[in-house]
Protein backbone atom coordinates (compact mmCIF):
# COMPACT_ATOMS: atom_id res chain seq x y z
CA UNK A 1 0.00 0.00 0.00
CA UNK A 2 0.93 3.56 -0.83
CA UNK A 3 2.15 6.15 1.59
CA UNK A 4 0.46 8.89 -0.32
CA UNK A 5 -2.77 7.76 -2.25
CA UNK A 6 -4.73 10.48 -4.54
CA UNK A 7 -7.93 9.72 -5.98
CA UNK A 8 -8.81 9.39 -8.70
CA UNK A 9 -5.89 9.34 -10.97
CA UNK A 10 -7.90 10.99 -13.79
CA UNK A 11 -10.73 13.01 -14.12
CA UNK A 12 -12.60 15.32 -17.06
CA UNK A 13 -15.05 17.95 -16.04
CA UNK A 14 -16.51 20.44 -18.15
CA UNK A 15 -15.87 23.97 -17.81
CA UNK A 16 -17.83 25.62 -15.02
CA UNK A 17 -17.56 22.26 -12.77
CA UNK A 18 -16.83 22.14 -9.37
CA UNK A 19 -13.84 19.54 -9.29
CA UNK A 20 -12.66 17.79 -5.87
CA UNK A 21 -9.53 16.03 -5.63
CA UNK A 22 -8.52 13.63 -2.76
CA UNK A 23 -5.70 12.65 -0.69
CA UNK A 24 -5.17 10.17 2.07
CA UNK A 25 -2.41 9.37 3.78
CA UNK A 26 -0.69 7.24 6.51
CA UNK A 27 2.33 8.62 7.93
CA UNK A 28 2.88 11.12 10.54
CA UNK A 29 2.99 14.45 9.26
CA UNK A 30 4.59 17.66 9.43
CA UNK A 31 2.73 19.27 6.56
CA UNK A 32 1.16 18.43 3.54
CA UNK A 33 1.51 20.29 0.14
CA UNK A 34 -0.64 20.36 -3.21
CA UNK A 35 1.17 20.88 -6.26
CA UNK A 36 0.63 21.86 -9.58
CA UNK A 37 1.99 20.58 -12.53
CA UNK A 38 1.12 21.74 -16.46
CA UNK A 39 2.47 19.92 -19.11
CA UNK A 40 6.29 21.15 -19.92
CA UNK A 41 6.99 19.80 -16.56
CA UNK A 42 6.67 23.09 -14.48
CA UNK A 43 5.81 22.59 -10.59
CA UNK A 44 4.17 25.19 -8.60
CA UNK A 45 3.08 24.66 -5.16
CA UNK A 46 -0.65 25.77 -4.69
CA UNK A 47 -0.52 25.73 -0.52
CA UNK A 48 0.88 24.21 1.82
CA UNK A 49 -0.81 22.87 4.88
CA UNK A 50 -0.76 21.66 8.48
CA UNK A 51 -4.49 22.59 9.75
CA UNK A 52 -7.63 23.45 8.59
CA UNK A 53 -8.35 24.95 5.47
CA UNK A 54 -6.40 27.14 3.28
CA UNK A 55 -8.35 29.42 -0.07
CA UNK A 56 -6.38 30.68 -2.54
CA UNK A 57 -8.73 32.50 -5.56
CA UNK A 58 -10.46 29.74 -6.80
CA UNK A 59 -8.83 26.91 -4.94
CA UNK A 60 -9.76 25.79 -1.51
CA UNK A 61 -7.45 22.91 0.12
CA UNK A 62 -8.93 21.09 3.54
CA UNK A 63 -7.16 18.78 5.63
CA UNK A 64 -8.26 16.79 8.69
CA UNK A 65 -5.17 14.95 10.33
CA UNK A 66 -7.33 12.91 12.61
CA UNK A 67 -8.51 11.11 9.47
CA UNK A 68 -5.06 11.83 7.51
CA UNK A 69 -7.51 12.98 4.33
CA UNK A 70 -6.55 16.43 2.59
CA UNK A 71 -9.13 17.29 -0.58
CA UNK A 72 -8.54 20.04 -3.25
CA UNK A 73 -11.31 21.81 -4.31
CA UNK A 74 -11.66 24.10 -7.87
CA UNK A 75 -14.62 26.07 -7.98
CA UNK A 76 -15.88 27.15 -11.54
CA UNK A 77 -13.66 25.25 -13.08
CA UNK A 78 -11.99 26.03 -16.26
CA UNK A 79 -9.69 24.89 -19.04
CA UNK A 80 -6.60 26.68 -17.88
CA UNK A 81 -7.17 24.29 -14.69
CA UNK A 82 -6.27 21.32 -16.58
CA UNK A 83 -3.08 19.59 -15.12
CA UNK A 84 -1.61 17.30 -12.60
CA UNK A 85 -2.31 18.07 -9.23
CA UNK A 86 -0.13 16.14 -6.93
CA UNK A 87 -0.28 15.97 -2.97
CA UNK A 88 3.02 15.33 -1.27
CA UNK A 89 3.33 15.21 2.41
CA UNK A 90 6.43 16.60 4.72
CA UNK A 91 7.27 13.61 6.50
CA UNK A 92 7.30 14.51 10.39
CA UNK A 93 10.83 12.85 11.48
CA UNK A 94 12.91 14.08 8.30
CA UNK A 95 11.45 16.67 5.90
CA UNK A 96 11.52 14.43 3.54
CA UNK A 97 8.41 14.53 1.16
CA UNK A 98 6.50 11.55 -0.58
CA UNK A 99 4.59 12.26 -3.08
CA UNK A 100 1.07 11.06 -4.09
CA UNK A 101 0.85 9.66 -7.95
CA UNK A 102 -0.90 12.40 -9.22
CA UNK A 103 -4.39 13.48 -10.74
CA UNK A 104 -4.62 14.78 -14.37
CA UNK A 105 -7.38 17.22 -14.69
CA UNK A 106 -9.08 18.05 -17.92
CA UNK A 107 -11.38 20.55 -18.00
CA UNK A 108 -12.98 21.14 -21.28
CA UNK A 109 -14.89 23.91 -22.95
CA UNK B 1 11.20 37.33 -6.91
CA UNK B 2 13.83 34.53 -5.44
CA UNK B 3 13.66 31.25 -7.48
CA UNK B 4 15.53 28.16 -7.94
CA UNK B 5 17.24 27.65 -11.34
CA UNK B 6 18.30 24.16 -12.87
CA UNK B 7 20.99 24.38 -15.92
CA UNK B 8 20.30 23.09 -18.61
CA UNK B 9 17.11 23.00 -19.13
CA UNK B 10 17.23 20.20 -21.73
CA UNK B 11 20.12 17.61 -22.45
CA UNK B 12 20.51 15.26 -25.04
CA UNK B 13 22.93 12.58 -24.69
CA UNK B 14 24.42 9.37 -26.10
CA UNK B 15 25.05 6.46 -23.82
CA UNK B 16 27.74 6.01 -22.02
CA UNK B 17 28.16 9.94 -21.97
CA UNK B 18 29.07 11.69 -18.56
CA UNK B 19 25.52 14.35 -17.69
CA UNK B 20 26.35 16.97 -15.51
CA UNK B 21 23.00 18.86 -14.05
CA UNK B 22 23.60 22.29 -11.61
CA UNK B 23 21.13 23.65 -9.30
CA UNK B 24 21.35 26.89 -8.03
CA UNK B 25 19.20 27.01 -4.53
CA UNK B 26 17.23 30.33 -3.00
CA UNK B 27 19.81 32.09 -0.97
CA UNK B 28 19.91 31.93 2.60
CA UNK B 29 17.93 28.04 1.80
CA UNK B 30 20.35 25.55 3.22
CA UNK B 31 18.58 22.63 1.91
CA UNK B 32 18.16 20.99 -1.20
CA UNK B 33 16.62 18.16 -2.60
CA UNK B 34 16.93 16.11 -5.87
CA UNK B 35 14.14 14.62 -7.60
CA UNK B 36 13.33 12.64 -11.10
CA UNK B 37 9.93 12.26 -12.57
CA UNK B 38 9.92 9.57 -15.33
CA UNK B 39 6.16 8.11 -16.81
CA UNK B 40 7.05 4.57 -14.85
CA UNK B 41 7.96 5.74 -11.45
CA UNK B 42 6.48 9.08 -10.96
CA UNK B 43 8.53 11.64 -8.68
CA UNK B 44 10.91 10.24 -6.42
CA UNK B 45 13.69 11.33 -3.94
CA UNK B 46 17.20 10.93 -5.06
CA UNK B 47 19.48 13.20 -2.53
CA UNK B 48 18.58 15.58 0.07
CA UNK B 49 21.27 17.81 1.40
CA UNK B 50 21.37 20.31 4.78
CA UNK B 51 23.69 22.85 5.03
CA UNK B 52 25.57 20.93 2.28
CA UNK B 53 26.18 17.38 3.84
CA UNK B 54 24.18 14.96 2.18
CA UNK B 55 21.51 13.59 4.90
CA UNK B 56 20.14 10.96 2.70
CA UNK B 57 21.10 9.76 -0.98
CA UNK B 58 19.54 6.10 -0.65
CA UNK B 59 17.00 6.96 -3.79
CA UNK B 60 20.43 7.48 -5.83
CA UNK B 61 21.86 4.63 -7.89
CA UNK B 62 25.22 4.78 -6.31
CA UNK B 63 27.48 2.89 -9.45
CA UNK B 64 26.50 5.94 -11.54
CA UNK B 65 24.77 9.06 -9.96
CA UNK B 66 26.20 11.34 -7.43
CA UNK B 67 25.40 14.28 -6.03
CA UNK B 68 27.38 17.36 -4.01
CA UNK B 69 27.40 20.85 -3.09
CA UNK B 70 30.98 22.49 -3.70
CA UNK B 71 28.85 25.70 -1.98
CA UNK B 72 25.90 26.59 -0.24
CA UNK B 73 25.25 28.42 -4.04
CA UNK B 74 25.45 25.38 -5.53
CA UNK B 75 24.19 21.78 -5.87
CA UNK B 76 24.96 19.41 -8.76
CA UNK B 77 23.55 16.06 -10.10
CA UNK B 78 26.07 13.83 -12.46
CA UNK B 79 25.68 10.68 -14.08
CA UNK B 80 28.75 8.64 -15.46
CA UNK B 81 27.91 6.81 -17.43
CA UNK B 82 24.65 7.55 -18.53
CA UNK B 83 21.82 5.26 -19.40
CA UNK B 84 18.86 5.34 -21.59
CA UNK B 85 16.81 4.22 -18.59
CA UNK B 86 17.96 7.65 -16.83
CA UNK B 87 15.64 9.82 -19.34
CA UNK B 88 13.76 12.12 -16.92
CA UNK B 89 12.80 15.63 -16.00
CA UNK B 90 15.86 16.17 -12.56
CA UNK B 91 14.13 18.34 -10.16
CA UNK B 92 15.58 20.16 -7.92
CA UNK B 93 14.28 21.98 -4.79
CA UNK B 94 15.50 24.33 -1.81
CA UNK B 95 14.00 25.19 1.34
CA UNK B 96 14.73 26.10 4.93
CA UNK B 97 15.05 22.79 7.25
CA UNK B 98 11.94 24.91 10.12
CA UNK B 99 9.60 25.36 7.38
CA UNK B 100 7.97 22.85 5.21
CA UNK B 101 7.63 24.28 2.18
CA UNK B 102 10.36 23.16 -0.79
CA UNK B 103 10.45 25.58 -4.03
CA UNK B 104 10.88 23.76 -6.67
CA UNK B 105 13.30 24.46 -9.94
CA UNK B 106 12.11 24.70 -13.01
CA UNK B 107 13.95 21.19 -14.36
CA UNK B 108 16.42 19.71 -16.89
CA UNK B 109 14.62 17.47 -19.12
CA UNK B 110 17.36 14.55 -19.99
CA UNK B 111 17.25 12.12 -22.68
CA UNK B 112 19.81 9.79 -23.05
CA UNK B 113 19.58 7.88 -26.79
Known amino acids: KNEVEQSPQNLTAQEGEFITINCSYS?????LHWLQQHPGGGIVSLFMLSSGKKKHGRLIATINIQEKHSSLHITASHPRDSAVYIC???????????WGAGTKLIIKP | DARVTQTPRHKVTEMGQEVTMRCQPI?????VFWYRQTMMQGLELLAY????????DSGMPKDRFSAEMPDATLATLKIQPSEPRDSAVYFC???????????FGPGTRLTVL
Open chain 2, 93 to 103: ASGLPDTDTQY
Open chain 1, 27 to 31: VGISA
Open chain 2, 49 to 56: FRNRAPLD
Open chain 2, 27 to 31: LGHNT
Open chain 1, 88 to 98: AVMVYSNYQLI
